[in-house]
């Protein structure tokens, strides 16, 4: 782990590859309709080398959100902890949530049509502040029941101790 301001000898876990095969098929199917149509619009008017040209830079935007796709999806880690669990997440600019247990209300699972079709669920952390981004992506369904059933648990034993 890399983040300088996480806490050291914690058990860090990833989220599924599925996530990063998931972000690359809307990337490139995105950019498939855009470039197609923009080239077959671009030959029409103008020519045959702006045409070209906008294919080119399809490519290499294509080129490069794969890169940064792969690293967005290698950011994304969790830690259970005895008390709260950290979310750690973001290539340029990372950041570090802390939810503690007690502070949870309740916990969603997430799967869209797309989600489900890769084998990935989201974790929805919910707190009193409505400005926590407290989730977890591409985790597979099992895992994200597992998380979300222990998460409740521990919130609700947390809170019955306030």
């Known amino acids: 782990m890399d983040l300088v301001f996480a806490p050291q000898g914690e058990a860090w876990s990833g989220v599924s590859r599925q996530l990063a095969r998931l972000r690359r098929s809307v990337l490139a199917g995105g950019l498939a309709v855009v470039v197609t149509v923009g080239t077959v619009g671009l030959w029409r008017l103008v020519g045959r080398e702006a045409a070209l040209g906008l294919a080119l830079a399809g490519a290499g935007v294509l080129a490069w959100g794969w890169w940064l796709v792969g690293r967005g ?90």
């Open 73 to 162: 999806w290698r950011a994304w880690r969790y830690a259970e902890r005895a008390e709260d669990l950290l979310i750690s997440h973001g290539v340029l600019f990372r950041k570090l949530v802390v939810v503690p247990y007690g502070r949870m209300q309740y916990v969603d699972v997430t799967a869209g049509p797309l989600e489900r079709r890769f084998g990935i669920a989201t974790v929805q952390l919910h707190t009193a502040s409505p400005a926590t981004d407290a989730r977890i992506p591409g985790l597979s369904p099992e895992e994200a029941a597992r998380l979300r059933d222990r998460l409740a648990s521990l919130g609700e034993a947390r809170a019955a101790g306030l």
